[in-house]
Every structure is written in structure tokens, then in C-alpha cells.
């Protein structure tokens, strides 16, 4: 029994601090094929403990089992292996670059790159989504230009977005993918107020949420479940569990419901949690997800179970909150590394291969940079015109903003 009289303030604590050993537990991890797979009709409360367990798909020999297993082909696996592949060296480049001064700020996707990447492919052309600054995947695996996304991290002279953007803030209707905003969580409620529309309009597309785990305690996200679930919006609510925030861990933002998913469950939304370091698991719930949405079964809540092992962004320095070698502790491992050795065990991948093909995307990553850095970077070459920011954002010029651009002549 609690003892009575004086109340005391609680704040959640991480289980490690810098300079103790890494510690992760607390963190269940199932038996590899060992979730059930249950059709995307199911009723929410028949599958609550999906909430609190880990969907995986490949085991610890690189082997894909159980009943979310099967559904890609070596090919699509070969590819979403270069996709991963090819957002790393991206990131590697770009945190080099911005180090030179050449951009002034930019966020990696180390450690995550199956969670966009892999999700991308269980969408269809027109699907829309809402994502945070750690999604780029989503485009890479779309075929977006590198050129285009470097320009716009440059804010040069061939930003699609003139400038008007942070850098890594992309912005691409023709790709699915909605202007990224500064403003943590506000999308996650459009994201579902589009998918409303789409219903409303008798269309075929979905949307897809996408939130950190530190932005679940935004008032955005509660709001957000709660019209999704009352309309039954036809939207995938994805939740980026990468346990640290910019400097507190998952558990200032957790609370005392156990998992992230599982917030979903009082809305009546089917939740599961998924290892975010595991392509196929990944793919699969969000193939599942999606088909939920699209047959008007209503929106899903996954939670994809990461590490974020770079810095939060190039102004960030996680020393300073975690011990340095905790990335290396993480049970689930790296996501790259995973599929390489399930494709080399399937006896379609080799060692030499994948030394080959780290060799060809980096080349083809510096093509990139090169072109786009003959248009300028942050402190070199052409830039956007001063004129860009008086256009596009009215049909119809008012008078005060005319006299502003004749004044800046412009």
C-alpha cells in the first residue's frame, strides 16, 4: 500500500545515463514468426495484446517465418535493400556536407531506414503522407530525385521550394508526400482530416500519420485518434518509436500505458507494435494496414520498435543524454545488416555483392551532389530570387505586398 500523507512529483527516469553500460531489458522481444497474423476484418478487442508484443518476420539466422512472412519477392527485397543502402550513403553525404557549411542544417535516418523504406511499398500512387523530418525513405523508395531533395537541402538556386523550406523539410504531391512542418504533430490530425476528405469524396486514396514518439504527448496526436476513430478514417497511424526525443527518452512521453500502441486501444483502434529494424515485418503490417484503410475497415495504429542511432539533428549531440555506445546494445540490431544476411542466406546476395553495390551508390550519391552543387549551395553559387517569396501565395497580389516587392526591387 502507498504510503499516505506527502505527495510526491514523479518523472519517468532512463534506466542508463552517460558513462553506465547500455541496458535494454525492459525490451521484450518474441520469438521470430511468433505474433499471429489476424485478417484485416478482425475486431479490435480480439487482438489487444498485439499492442504490448514485437511482429517480427526474420530471425536471428536471417530466416523469414511465421504467418507475416511471404509476401515479397527477392527482387522487391533486392531493391528495398538498395533503397536502404542508398538513404544511408545519402545521409552519410549530407551530414558532410552540412559540416562544411555547405547547408545549415540536416536530420540522418541511421538505424531507421526500414521504416519509411519499407512502408513506401505497401502504398499505391495517389496515397498520401504526412510525414516528420525522418521519412525521406518514403521518397527514395518512390524514385524522388536525389538532385531534387539535395537542391532543396541547399536552398539553391533549384529548390523546388524556393527557398521558403528548412532544409530536409521535401515536399512532393506527385510522390505522395506532404510539406514536412517544423510544428511537431500538427500533421498527424490533417493527415487524418485528409483522409476524411477522400472518403467524403468517394476517392480510392489513403493516408498515412507519421509522429515521433516524443510528439505523442502533443494534444494533436489524442485529437487525432479520436476523429479517426469516430469517422473511421481511412488512414495508417504510424507511430516512430526510435526511443530518444532530441534529449529525454521515449518514457517522458510514454507515460505509464506500457507501449505507444497501446494508447491506441482506448479509441477502439487495432494497434500492433512492429520491430522497425525488420524490412518484412515492416512491409507486411503496413501492407495490412493499409488494406484495412482501403476497405473501409478504418485507421490502424502501428508502432514501429527502432533506435535512432545518429544524433536527433546536426545540432545535436547525444553524448551529452545517453551512453555513447548504447546503439551498439540494440537488441534488434541494424535493419541493412539484417536483410543483406536474409538474402545472402537465400542464396540470392553475397558479401562481394554488397561490397559491389556500397561502391556503386556512393558513386552514384556523389553524381548527385555534384550536379546539384553546380546550382549553388548555402554560401556559393545561384540562390532563389528575392522575388520568390512575394509569389504563390495569393491569386491575386494584394497592394500592400506589390508596393513591399517594387520597394526590395524585386
Not at 77 to 101: I, K, P, V
Not at 315 to 328: F, L, T
Amino acid at each position: 500500500m502507498a504510503d499516505a500523507g506527502m505527495l510526491r512529483f514523479h518523472v519517468p527516469e532512463p534506466e542508463v545515463r552517460p558513462g553506465g553500460t547500455p541496458d535494454f531489458s525492459d525490451v521484450t522481444i518474441p520469438k521470430a514468426g511468433s505474433v499471429p497474423r489476424p485478417g484485416i476484418d478482425v475486431d479490435p478487442r480480439t487482438i489487444r495484446d498485439l499492442a504490448f508484443s514485437i511482429i517480427r518476420v526474420l530471425n536471428r539466422s536471417g530466416e523469414a517465418v511465421g504467418p507475416w512472412a511471404g509476401l515479397l519477392s527477392d527482387d522487391e527485397l533486392l531493391e528495398g535493400l538498395r533503397h536502404m543502402m542508398t538513404l544511408r550513403s545519402f545521409d552519410a553525404r549530407m551530414q558532410m556536407a552540412q559540416r562544411q557549411g555547405k547547408t545549415s542544417f540536416y536530420m540522418q535516418h541511421l538505424g531507421e531506414e526500414a521504416v519509411s523504406c519499407a512502408f513506401r511499398k505497401a502504398l499505391a500512387p495517389g496515397d498520401m503522407n504526412f510525414p516528420t523530418y525522418r521519412q525521406a525513405g518514403l521518397l527514395i523508395a518512390d524514385g524522388y530525385p536525389m538532385v531534387t531533395m539535395m537542391n532543396q537541402i541547399y536552398s539553391n538556386e533549384a529548390d523546388p521550394l524556393k527557398g521558403r523550406q528548412l532544409p530536409i523539410m521535401y515536399s512532393s504531391k506527385e510522390h505522395g508526400f506532404f510539406s514536412i512542418s517544423g510544428n511537431l504533430a500538427t500533421q498527424y490530425i490533417q493527415a487524418v482530416g485528409w483522409a476524411m476528405a477522400s472518403a467524403i469524396s468517394n476517392d480510392s486514396k489513403i493516408a498515412a500519420a507519421w509522429i515521433g514518439d516524443g510528439s505523442t504527448a502533443e494534444s494533436d496526436f489524442h485529437s487525432a485518434l479520436v476523429f479517426a476513430s469516430t469517422y473511421k478514417a481511412p488512414v495508417v497511424l504510424n507511430v516512430v518509436n526510435n526511443q530518444w526525443a532530441i534529449s529525454t527518452f521515449q518514457g517522458i512521453a510514454r507515460g505509464g500505458s506500457g507501449t505507444f500502441a497501446a494508447r491506441g486501444l482506448g479509441f477502439g483502434i487495432p494497434s500492433l507494435r512492429v520491430d522497425g529494424n525488420d524490412y518484412l515485418a515492416v512491409h507486411a503490417v503496413a501492407k495490412w494496414a493499409a488494406e484495412r484503410a482501403r476497405n473501409n475497415l478504418g485507421p490502424t495504429l502501428v508502432e514501429y520498435v527502432t533506435y535512432r542511432v545518429g544524433a536527433h539533428s546536426s545540432s545535436d549531440d547525444p553524448s551529452a543524454y545517453r551512453p555513447k555506445a548504447e546503439s551498439d546494445a540494440w537488441p534488434l540490431g541494424d535493419p541493412i545488416v539484417r536483410l543483406r544476411n536474409h538474402l545472402i542466406q537465400r542464396g540470392v546476395w553475397s558479401d562481394e555483392r554488397h561490397t559491389q553495390a556500397e561502391a556503386e551508390i556512393l558513386e552514384t550519391v556523389i553524381a548527385a551532389q555534384r550536379e546539384a552543387e553546380r546550382h549553388g549551395t548555402l554560401h556559393a553559387g545561384g540562390k532563389p530570387s528575392a522575388r520568390d517569396m512575394f509569389e504563390g501565395v495569393y491569386a491575386e497580389m494584394p497592394p500592400h505586398l506589390r508596393r513591399q516587392r517594387q520597394q526590395a526591387g524585386v
